[in-house]
């Protein structure tokens, strides 16, 4: 079993920048992928990052650019890293892993609300 721990989320101007920590436990070697997705107030859900366990990284064109998807390994804790933060950021982001064999964990999700 994997458990996922988010932190980090709060307030930020447009413009500023917020990091987000994604600490896993559990059976780590399990894990194929990590990844972010958000969901803001009535849309659905949305795939934001995700970094493979040969530190592929893969992003949608909506976000290219502004945030990544940073790991430290000896932590266990994947990031995403937010730059240039926009109004339509604004959402619950959660994190995600896979194990190899398919199964999937979400993390309790953290708000990050950009707004002046």
């Known amino acids: 079993q994997v458990q996922l721990v988010e932190s980090g989320g709060g307030l930020v101007q447009p413009g500023g920048s917020l990091r987000l920590s994604c600490a896993a436990s559990?059976?780590?070697?399990?894990?194929?992928?990590m990844g972010w997705y958000r969901q803001a107030p009535g849309k659905e859900r949305e795939f934001v990052a995700l970094?493979?366990?040969?530190?592929?990284?893969t992003y949608p064109e909506s976000v290219k650019g502004r945030l990544t998807i940073p790991r430290d390994n000896a932590k266990n804790t994947v990031y995403l890293q937010m730059n240039s933060l926009k109004p339509e950021d604004t959402a619950i982001y959660y994190c995600?892993?896979?194990?190899?064999?398919?199964?999937?964990?979400w993390g309790q999700g953290t708000q990050v609300t950009v707004s002046s």
């Open positions: 995600h892993s896979r194990a190899f064999w398919g199964d999937e964990k």
């Open positions: 559990g059976i780590i070697a399990s894990i194929s992928t």
């Open positions: 970094i493979t366990r040969g530190d592929l990284r």
